[in-house]
């Protein structure tokens, strides 16, 4: 592959961040498996499929709230990123790269007091079709995720932490879809996802 990488970033005072970037690449021999029938089975295999071209464009902030003039122990961030991607070999529209999202974006806050920090950030990444040969095409459910933490000190040296994550439990489906002159031939899966929560207790020893 070949690429080029570019980006700029703005720092402000006491933490402040604005980036922006953006990538291409040319890919040559780019190889992924292929579904065919060989007239009595099914088969799997890597196939070089050409050449593919990728390209991203980032965008992302942090903002505590002392850099706009407020004296609380709180951040914001988020960031966001769009994908663009094709394949040569591959007729389009969706002749992307493999589950290569279009676009995902990342939100959150941070508290961090002296006794008590909290926070909070939630995902978001897109779903949609990509055709993965002439024949055959996949289709993927947009997944979003949150989690939260809050961290007690007790002291410097001991600390309960509690996380929560996957608060939204999605199923996670998708669908297979393979058509040629023999006809179509559709299947779908669909598996559950679980939240998480977890309890921690640090202590950290000083040496004497």
Known sequence: ATGVDAAWEHYFTKGGLVSVSASSRAIRDFIRNEVRFDGARWISTPVNQGDARVGTLALEAKLPMKTLGRDWPLE????????????????????????????????????????????ASFSFVSGGWT??????????????????????????????????GNLLAPDRMGTSVYADARGLRESSDASPTYRRWGLLYEQKFQAN
């Open 76 to 119: 914001l961030r988020a960031n966001v990123s769009r994908n663009w991607s094709s394949v040569d070999a591959v007729p389009g529209p969706g002749n992307r790269l493999d589950r290569q999202p279009h676009w995902s974006a990342n939100l959150g806050a941070d508290y961090s007091g002296r006794v008590v920090s909290a926070g």
């Open 131 to 164: 055709r993965t040969s002439v024949f055959q095409s996949r289709y993927g459910t947009a997944t979003r995720d949150l989690e939260l933490y809050a961290l007690y000190k007790f002291s410097p040296l001991r600390m309960l932490r509690f996380t929560a």
